[in-house]
């Protein structure tokens, strides 16, 4: 038969297909009883008619998938066949199961080898996602067994099947479908005579599931950030800048933006309301600096309120409990709550002309709309701190940055991507442009904001979902899908998270209570 000649359909079965469907079980089980009696056909397409679904070429049915719904407590611990099956050959679908079981798959044998397997295991899956089920299990025949019984064990089989040492018609098929073997199950089927009973209990878990008790309380799958891509400017007071800031925070509010993200230290031209004479004293200008810290924390935090957006404020100098200054990230979340994230790594020009000290501690802040992570410039430039915060489930994660040369933003910007793509996040960028001669340090600014995605099909081709035009004051928008993320995680055309050789290598935070010498707390 040419693929020419092939006029394919995927629907659902109905009772009058019984007779085709009895021809096809009887000649491809025609070593196990054969087909099922009609009575139980038409009561599982009558409890669960999604769940039976056929494969006709040109009316004729070719492929058929049968599947009911089990708990999935009780059918993923050890249960035999005979388990589905109630008074009169009924199978038992359970109508409030959380789970799918797949009875059969058949494939007329004149029709092997066009893959029609693998289109009704896809259809499986999507109508799993769709019932937002948690998995589909099956108890997988292995038919070949017979010929190594003498050989191996059950378990070896298994094992040398999925090393691909040995072809098993039904595991092979199973396995190369993202099916997993979570455990044997003996006497499943006791008159298979080639399985010798045996039977695998195969798991295709839907990382979609969301429970039903928990559906108040899921976060949303689609986030909406803004960036601003922050002008500097000379400003005459402090209530001037904290109005151009506000007039961003309104505007990202009202594109219903869940994130408003500014550049690192954005706040620096407010060492403009100094004299220039004072300004050369650079330690005294940055401590300066600091003096304005509190005031635009209480006023941030009452725009993430006022405006329901949760705001990343850039990063503003704070002077820390041992007097010491910091370079600090601030989350203000439109619910009030405030927290920060310190620069790790202090930048030689920070070091010896404004005595930045680095901070020690690295951590994920959960919101309404996402777990969100914040590396400050340089810190996105050391890979461990991106894999220690993936290890903690970031979805975003946030750079704000300041870079004078191209240069420079090129290596933050080859940072961020690469920190997206092997961490599997979405990581977002924003950086100040603008001269500001008159201002000492301020002299050039050089940015491009962007958000980059993991690079794979689901995501932009470039893996970059959006960008500003460079050197410009503008504001960026992009809207980021969390699902895709989940789905790139575990299913991706590589999977960089679960592939580590953890076997060869680790990461671990050090206890900074440990290495200052103090006790920690218990």
């Known amino acids: 038969m040419s693929l020419e000649e092939l006029h394919l359909n995927l629907r659902n079965l109905t009772s009058d297909d019984y007779d085709q469907l009895k021809t096809l079980m009887d000649a491809v089980y025609h070593d196990i009883g054969g087909a099922w009696p009609k009575l139980t056909i038409d009561k599982l397409i009558q409890e669960f008619p999604d769940g039976q679904i056929a494969i006709e070429d040109d009316g004729v049915i070719v492929g058929v998938a049968l599947t009911v719904q089990v708990d999935y407590d009780e059918f993923s611990n050890p249960h035999k066949y005979d388990d589905l099956i109630g008074h009169r050959e009924i199978i038992l679908n359970n109508t409030e199961g959380d789970a799918m079981y797949g009875l059969d798959v058949l494939i007329h044998p ?137 007039y961003f925070v309104d505007a990202l509010s009202d594109y219903q933006s869940d994130f408003a993200l500014f550049p690192e230290l954005f706040n620096a031209p407010l060492m403009g309301l100094q004299d220039r004479a004072a300004q050369q004293d650079q330690m005294a200008a940055v401590r300066f600096l600091a003096g304005f810290t509190e005031r635009f924390k209480a006023e941030l935090s009452r725009m993430a309120v006022s405006y329901n957006i949760n705001i990343v404020g850039g990063s503003m100098i704070e002077v820390g409990e041992d007097d010491k200054l910091y370079n600090v990230a601030y989350l203000f979340h439109r619910d009030g709550d405030v927290e920060k994230q310190a620069k790790l790594h202090i930048t030689p020009q920070e070091r010896r002309d404004w005595v930045i000290e680095g901070g020690d501690n690295l951590q994920v802040f959960d919101t309404d709309a996402g777990r969100v992570g914040i590396l400050i410039c340089y810190d996105v430039e050391f890979p461990e701190l991106g894999r220690l915060l993936a290890d903690q489930d970031m979805d975003i994660l946030f750079v704000p940055f300041w870079t004078d040369t191209k240069n420079g933003y090129l290596r933050v910007r080859h940072c961020a991507q690469a920190r997206a793509i092997e961490n599997e996040c979405y990581v977002v960028v924003c950086g100040s442009v603008g001269n500001l001669p008159s201002i000492e340090n301020l002299d050039i600014q050089y940015a491009q904001s962007a958000v980059f995605t993991p690079s794979d099909f689901a995501f932009p081709h470039d893996a970059v979902l959006a960008e500003t035009t460079p050197n410009t004051e503008m504001i960026l928008f992009s809207d980021l899908d969390l699902t895709r993320l989940t789905v790139v995680r575990a299913e991706g055309s590589v999977t960089n998270l679960k592939d580590r050789r953890k076997d060869l290598f680790d990461l671990r935070w050090r206890d900074w209570s440990l290495k200052s010498g103090n006790t920690p707390q218990s």
């Not at 045996?198 to 976060?219: C, G, H, K, Q």
């Open 110 to 246: 004149d029709y092997r080898g066009y893959r029609l397997g693998r289109r009704l295991y896809e259809a499986r899956k999507e109508l799993c996602r769709s019932l937002n089920m948690r998995a589909i299990l099956a108890g997988g025949r292995i038919p070949e067994y017979h010929q190594y019984a003498s050989d191996l064990s059950p378990t070896q089989y298994i094992d040398k099947v999925s090393r691909k040492e040995i072809y098993d018609p039904i595991l092979s098929f199973q396995l190369a479908n993202d099916f997993q073997v979570k455990r044997l199950l003996r006497k499943y089927l006791p008159e298979d005579e080639q399985s010798k009973g045996y039977a695998t209990l195969l798991e295709w878990n839907n990382i979609l599931f969301e429970p039903a008790e928990s559906v108040l309380d899921t976060r949303p799958t689609q986030v909406r950030v803004g960036a601003v891509q922050w002008q500097m400017r000379e400003f005459d007071c402090v209530e001037a800048a904290l109005k151009q800031i506000e």
